[in-house]
């Protein structure tokens, strides 16, 4: 998988993209509901911006598929979303993730997996701002990542190769 700067239009342009596909279907009603959330004039990016990283996506989703089958772990979902740094873009995007998953009326289990670590994602950036607002530091050796959340960890999200 490709790497994008931090925080770039193309990181977080890849994260909505994958929230399209990962349930292995792009639909019309998912194209229409990123375009109502104007997210993608938030982050600075064109729709023709936009459509080169879904087809870069796609490849470098297939290059990795075994036996026909695109499979997408926690800790490749993990980075992905850890290429998104800023804690209000984080949570811009998880709304828009949300608003593209629901538009076809239909929650598949690997859209859930990518929205809940997603959402973990973000609670933990509001925890830590909670915390360092109180002047708490985290205890060493705390948990600090999506992979450290057993119900999700066990989760992988896969696609199929049409």
Not at 26 to 46: F, G, P, T, V, Y
Not at 112 to 131: E, M, S, Y
């Amino acid at each position: 998988m490709r790497r994008y700067e931090t925080d770039s239009p193309q990181a977080a342009g890849r994260i909505l993209a994958l929230a399209m596909v990962v349930d292995g279907n792009l639909a019309q009603s998912e194209l229409a509901a990123l375009d109502s959330s104007k997210i993608l004039q938030h982050i600075d990016l064109d729709q023709p911006g936009f459509k080169a990283l879904l087809q870069e996506l796609c490849q470098d989703m297939l290059t990795s598929a075994f036996h026909g089958e695109v499979r997408i772990d926690g800790a490749m979902l993990d980075g992905l979303l850890d290429e998104i740094r800023h804690p209000d873009l984080r949570r811009q995007l998880l709304q828009a993730m949300w608003r593209i998953a629901d538009a076809d009326g239909w929650l598949a289990d690997a859209e859930a997996v990518l929205l809940a670590r997603a959402n973990l994602v973000v609670r933990r950036d509001q925890l830590q701002r909670t915390r360092a607002g109180a002047g708490i530091t985290p205890a060493t050796g705390a948990p600090s990542g999506a992979a450290d959340c057993p119900q999700i960890a066990a989760g992988a999200a896969s696609i199929r190769r049409r």
